[in-house]
């Protein structure tokens, strides 16, 4: 079974971080830029997909910039077909709203301290609970792959964040924390070879600048 590990386009909180002010997480958009991006992420995963014998099973962020980065991928998927559906354990990390410029700052600098792992933001989430909703939705893949809903010559593509990316580096690869460095730009496409459910490699698509 092949997976892809998409990231979002470019968003307005990747441009100007003082977005993160005023739009909540779920609702910041993408630039013209990360419109263009998922576009040409939409040709790069076509070519991936072409001569797969299987089916393709799309799973997507319920976040809207990973909704409209889908529906730039979509749109330059052709003649693929797909089964589609969002999937809210694939969510961004929730940091909740920063009250100024200056608090953004201190937290930023008490997550350095503590370590971006365990880091929790108040009211929020800490890395460890995406690294739990990820276990969570492998298992799932996990059981569907068993039942045969899911077969060996089918893709699996998850339109995702980046650190929902890591995360799932940790858990295919059992890495620690500290090991599982990926390096994936916007709209880049992490391509892992899952025979039988066993993570053996991987490459990744990089967005030409």
């Given at each position: 079974m092949k997976l892809c590990l998409i990231r979002h386009g470019?968003?307005?909180?990747?441009?100007?971080?003082?977005?993160?002010?005023?739009?909540?997480?779920?609702?910041?958009?993408?630039?013209?830029?990360?419109?263009?991006?998922?576009?040409?992420?939409?040709?790069?995963?076509?070519?991936?997909?072409?001569?797969?014998?299987g089916k393709t099973f799309v799973f997507v962020s319920p976040y809207k910039r990973t909704r409209q980065t889908w529906a730039g991928i979509k749109s330059a998927l052709c003649?693929?077909?797909?089964?589609?559906?969002?999937?809210?354990?694939?969510?961004?990390?929730?940091?909740?709203?920063?009250?100024?410029?200056?608090?953004?700052?201190?937290?930023?600098?008490?997550?350095?301290?503590?370590?971006?792992f365990w880091?929790?933001?108040?009211?929020?989430?800490?890395?460890?609970?995406?690294h739990q909703r990820v276990t969570v939705f492998w298992n799932y893949l996990t059981n569907q792959y068993l039942l045969g809903h899911i077969k060996e010559e089918d893709t699996v593509v998850i339109v995702t964040h980046e650190v929902v990316i890591r995360m799932f580096t940790m858990v295919m690869?059992?890495?620690?924390?500290?090991?599982a460095k990926?390096?994936?730009g916007n709209c880049d496409i992490k391509v892992c070879d899952l025979s039988k459910m066993?993570?053996?490699?991987?490459?990744?698509?990089k967005i030409k600048k």
């Open positions: 470019l968003s307005k909180a990747n441009v100007d971080e003082t977005v993160y002010l005023t739009v909540k997480d779920h609702d910041i958009e993408l630039t013209d830029i990360g419109q263009e991006q998922a576009l040409l992420a939409g040709k790069n995963l076509s070519k991936e997909l072409s001569g797969t014998k003649p693929i077909t797909f089964s589609e559906q969002e999937n809210p354990l694939l969510r961004e990390q929730e940091y909740k709203f920063f009250a100024d410029l200056e608090d953004m700052k201190t937290r930023k600098e008490n997550r350095a301290k503590w370590g971006p880091y929790r933001y108040k009211n929020a989430e800490a890395a460890t609970d995406v690869e059992s890495l620690s924390h500290e090991n990926v390096d994936v066993q993570y053996k490699s991987s490459h990744c698509i």
